[in-house]
């Protein structure tokens, strides 16, 4: 059975600072890879998908890595903002394109200006 | 495109009582998932619609959930009875890669 996990569950940090996200999942066959974002009383907004034949994915600030061998993806956020405050979750889709995603809990993250 | 719509957004019920909940996708999307979201288990998926039939249902925790699609345009989850413990924010999201509604938060006293 699929468990992801992500550590820490909260993290804060001073405006501008780069930093990274952590995704841990247990079973290494998976078919996608996939970073979410949360905003408070909201839904998850998708930020990156990540296929298993892929190693990364950018978008603007972001970038997602996947290393299938060691169960783990990253979130790179560079010069973060006060505007990049949210909760982020991982989720892993279990190879065989079962559509099922599998989530972690989340990182809360707190960007000071 | 209004996203996908769900309904209501808050609902707080008595224990016992039938809780219905209602999912518009946006158009074209072919696929139709209800999560659970809670504090102690974070975000679980309950059951996954395509093209209206349900594919895997194996996440409904108990006979006390049902989930419906009876048309391409509209789902609905229903708690009978509910129970406390059910109190969490029910997400659907449609497509493959998962455009998440809005959330209905329930509240069972």
């Known amino acids: 059975k699929q468990e992801v996990t992500q550590i820490p569950a909260a993290l804060s940090v001073p405006e501008g600072e780069n930093l990274v996200l952590n995704c841990s999942f247990t079973?290494?066959?998976?078919?996608?890879l996939q970073w979410f974002r949360q905003d408070p009383g909201k839904g998850l907004t998708s930020l990156l998908l990540i296929q298993s034949s892929q190693r990364e994915q950018t978008s603007g600030r972001l970038n997602a890595s996947l290393d299938k061998s060691s169960g783990r993806s990253t979130l790179y956020i560079a010069a973060s903002q006060p505007g990049d405050s949210a909760t982020y979750l991982c989720a892993a889709e279990t190879q065989g394109g079962s559509e099922k995603l599998v989530f972690g809990k989340g990182t809360k993250l707190t960007v000071n200006p | 495109d209004a996203g996908v719509i769900q309904s209501p957004r808050h609902e707080v019920t008595e224990m016992g009582q039938e809780v219905t909940l209602r999912c518009k996708p946006i158009?074209?999307?072919?696929?139709l998932f209800w999560y659970r979201q809670t504090m102690m288990r974070g975000l679980e998926l309950l059951i996954y619609f395509n093209n209206n039939v349900p594919i895997d249902d194996s996440g409904m925790p108990e006979d006390r959930f049902s989930a419906k699609m009876p048309n391409a345009s509209f789902s609905t989850l229903k708690i009978q009875p509910s129970e406390p413990r059910d109190s969490a924010v029910y997400f659907c999201?449609?497509?493959?890669?998962?455009?998440f509604g809005p959330g209905t938060r329930l509240l069972v006293l």
């Open positions: 999201a449609s497509s493959l890669t998962q455009y």
């Open positions: 079973d290494s066959a998976i078919y996608n």
């Open positions: 158009s074209g999307h072919d696929y």
